[in-house]
């Protein structure tokens, strides 16, 4: 069974730095995807970013970067330019390749962005 | 944009009832998932349907049952509440496997009290 872990319960960031989200998944399976989600408060739940396991570049969408590591299976959210706006709860998701779409989430990290 | 909608935002119960939530999903998805989500525990799957009338368990499926007669509506049942139930319960849906997309669309959740 895969399992993923989020080691930092909490972090906080001032407004304009940068901040890394730490993650960590136990696999052994060779193809699979990982996610990471957005939980703001009292907000529904969205993508923030997708990683593809056969791929080696790490996956980029405007100001958030992931540091894909597969034999280390690691898999790192960066925020660039911290706003207020990305105070939230980051889940990271493991999905392999099956018929299904099935995620398996970690414990989750808030994360305050301060003014 | 794909919407997922669920029955109820919050909803109190009492110990023994029999609770229904509903979820429904506009986009024509294959693929339907309730979650429960818990501090400290992340996002647990409780049941999948990749199609009318089919369903798979997931992780946590004691105390719960779930139905699919129309492919847009999930419906899961708590067939006797229990005070362990009480919890953050979320809704989502894809497109199957294959699809270029296999991005969990996520309800607004439905956070459950039982007294």
């Known amino acids: 069974a895969q399992t993923v872990t989020q080691s930092q319960p909490e972090m906080s960031v001032q407004e304009a730095e940068t901040v890394t989200l730490s993650c960590t998944y136990d696999?052994?399976?060779?193809?699979?995807?990982l996610f990471w989600y957005k939980q703001p408060p009292s907000r529904q739940m969205i993508l923030v970013i997708r990683q593809e396991a056969y791929k080696q570049q790490n996956a980029t969408e405007n100001r958030f970067s992931v540091n894909f590591q597969k034999a280390a299976k690691s898999f790192s959210l960066k925020i660039s330019d911290s706003q207020l706006g990305d105070t939230a709860m980051y889940f990271c998701a493991f999905m392999k390749r099956q018929y299904g779409n099935k995620l398996v989430f970690g414990a989750g990290t808030i994360l305050r962005v301060k003014s | 944009d794909v919407k997922v909608t669920q029955s109820s935002r919050y909803l109190v119960k009492r110990t023994g009832e029999k609770v229904f939530l509903e979820c429904v999903q506009d986009m024509d998805h294959e693929n339907m998932f309730w979650y429960r989500q818990d501090p400290g525990l992340g996002l647990r799957l409780i049941y999948f349907?990749?199609?009318?009338?089919?369903?798979e368990k997931g992780d946590i499926p004691e105390g719960y049952s779930v139905s699919r007669e129309k492919k847009e509506r999930f419906s899961l049942i708590l067939e006797s509440a229990s005070t362990n139930q009480t919890s953050m319960y979320l809704c989502?849906?894809?497109?199957?496997?294959?699809?270029?997309?296999?991005?969990?669309?996520f309800g607004p959740g439905t956070r459950l009290t039982v007294l």
């Open positions: 989502a849906s894809t497109p199957p496997q294959g699809v270029i997309t296999n991005e969990q669309f």
């Open positions: 349907s990749y199609d009318v009338k089919m369903k």
């Open positions: 696999t052994s399976e060779n193809n699979y995807y």
